[in-house]
Every structure is written in structure tokens, then in C-alpha cells.
């Protein structure tokens, strides 16, 4: 098993900034793919961004430009910078990983909230 501990969420304006960090522990040999997900009020959890162990990147497009993912393997963290932050951006946000090893998961984070004030 592995456990997903998720930090760094909070209320700022419009405009502002905050970085989410999301430490794994226990089985975290083979962790492959890290990201998050995010899920607003009576909306669908989606995908915000992933990153592989190799570094490789995705993001959601309503994210492109102003958030930022990336990983720390020695440390089994992965941090999501958060820029230009906008209203629609409020939800609850999710770490998630995959293992390439039985058991691969998915694993979720027990979820922090992100309030972006008008």
C-alpha cells in the first residue's frame, strides 16, 4: 500500500499564489505516474496535471501556463506550484499515484481544499 499525504492548500485571492505538496509512504518502490485531480461543488473529479518518474509532463488546458508539476524522487514528493489562480480553480484538489508493481493502485490523498476568492 501506499499512503498519499497532501499539504499546502488554503484561501487566497484572485491572482494569487499557493503550492500544494504531497508526500507518499510505505511501498512507494515503483511509483510511476504522480499527479493531481481536482473536484469543485456538484462537478466531476478531473485531471490537473501528472508527471511520470522520468519527469515527463501533463496538464489539463485550463491550467497550461499557470500551474506548475513537479517531483522530488529521492523525497517520493510531488509539489504543484499555482499562479494566476482564478475563482473556477476553487475544489478540492487530490494527490494520486500509480506503482508500476503489483499492487499499482491507483492511490489517492485524502484530499485540501483550495478556496480562490473574486
Known amino acids: 500500500q501506499v499512503q498519499l499525504v497532501e499539504s499546502g492548500g488554503g484561501l487566497v485571492q484572485a491572482g494569487g499564489s499557493l503550492r500544494l505538496s504531497c508526500a507518499a509512504s510505505g511501498n512507494t518502490f515503483s511509483i510511476n505516474l504522480m499527479g493531481w485531480y481536482r473536484q469543485a461543488p456538484g462537478k466531476e473529479r478531473e485531471l490537473v496535471a501528472t508527471?511520470?518518474?522520468?519527469?515527463?509532463?501533463n496538464y489539463v488546458d485550463s491550467v497550461k501556463g499557470r500551474f506548475t508539476i513537479s517531483r522530488d524522487n529521492a523525497k517520493n514528493t510531488v509539489y504543484l506550484q499555482m499562479n494566476s489562480l482564478k475563482p473556477e480553480d476553487t475544489a478540492v484538489y487530490y494527490c494520486?499515484?500509480?506503482?508500476?508493481?503489483?499492487?499499482?493502485?491507483?492511490?489517492w490523498g485524502q484530499g485540501t481544499q483550495v478556496t480562490v476568492s473574486s
Open positions: 494520486h499515484a500509480t506503482r508500476l508493481l503489483y499492487p499499482v493502485g491507483p492511490y
Open positions: 508527471i511520470s518518474s522520468g519527469g515527463s509532463t
